[in-house]
């Protein structure tokens, strides 16, 4: 089993769709959680970061932790077409590294 | 303020040859670490640079390399290059030594024939 297992898509929506992108884990040791969003041929850019368990709002954007379940979970209301990108969770220990998973491609078209 | 930035942003290279990538950290980041992104794949750690040594190393072979230099910024060497190094290659830069918040540059696309 895989240390962070996320769901490659591509998902697509229409413009204004909420959005559900989500990533489980294995390893009980992580305890920060964060987003980032890849545009095409971009490196990663950190959108939400949080290190406890429940919701984390930011604009339209919504992280949630359910570290009991080990599921956390980026939500996107009124999502636009500049929303389109590949979207990576990424969980750290606070020993080593950020672990990312294999991240969500989102095309939101309009 | 200038954000990490990373050189060259495209690179064509054959199999056996070397090749060096370079990387420039966010203003007041003291820490880099590189990153490989396979096709369709998250960011894979290579190592990470704090004080100009070496202080973590993921799941890769010695034919990667790198080095800090006193004004923070880094270089990545790969030798004896395999096809299967084709990648984009991410320069990620932190504040501190263990470092959550990662800021992370362009990449420099390799690509290995």
């Known amino acids: 089993q895989k240390e962070v297992e996320q769901d490659p898509g591509p998902l697509s929506v229409p413009e204004g769709a909420i959005v559900s992108l989500n990533c489980t884990y294995s390893?009980?040791?992580?305890?920060?959680f964060m987003w980032y969003r890849q545009y095409s041929r971009k490196g990663p850019e950190l959108l939400m970061y949080?290190?406890?368990?429940g919701n984390k709002e930011d604009g339209r954007f919504t992280a949630q932790v359910d570290k009991s379940s080990k599921y956390i979970s980026l939500f996107i209301r009124d999502s636009q077409p500049s929303d389109s990108a590949t979207y990576l969770c990424?969980?750290?220990?606070?020993?080593?590294?950020?672990?990312f998973g294999k991240g969500t491609m989102l095309l939101v078209s309009p | 303020d200038a954000g990490v930035t990373q050189s060259p942003t495209h690179l064509i290279k054959t199999r056996g040859q070397q090749v060096t990538l370079r990387c420039s950290p966010k203003s007041g980041h003291d820490t880099v670490s590189w990153y490989q992104q396979a096709l369709g794949q998250g960011p894979q750690f290579i190592f990470q640079?704090?004080?100009?040594?070496?202080?973590q190393r993921g799941n890769f072979p010695d034919r990667f390399s790198g080095h800090q230099f006193p004004n923070y910024s880094s270089e990545l060497n790969v030798n004896a290059l395999l096809l299967g190094d084709s990648a984009l290659y991410l320069c990620a830069s932190s504040p501190r030594q263990v470092g959550e918040k990662l800021f992370f540059g362009s990449g420099t696309q390799l690509s290995v024939l």
């Open positions: 949080t290190y406890s368990s």
């Open positions: 990424a969980l750290f220990s606070g020993y080593s590294t950020l672990t």
């Open positions: 640079y704090y004080e100009e040594e070496e202080r």
């Open positions: 390893n009980s040791a992580f305890q920060y």
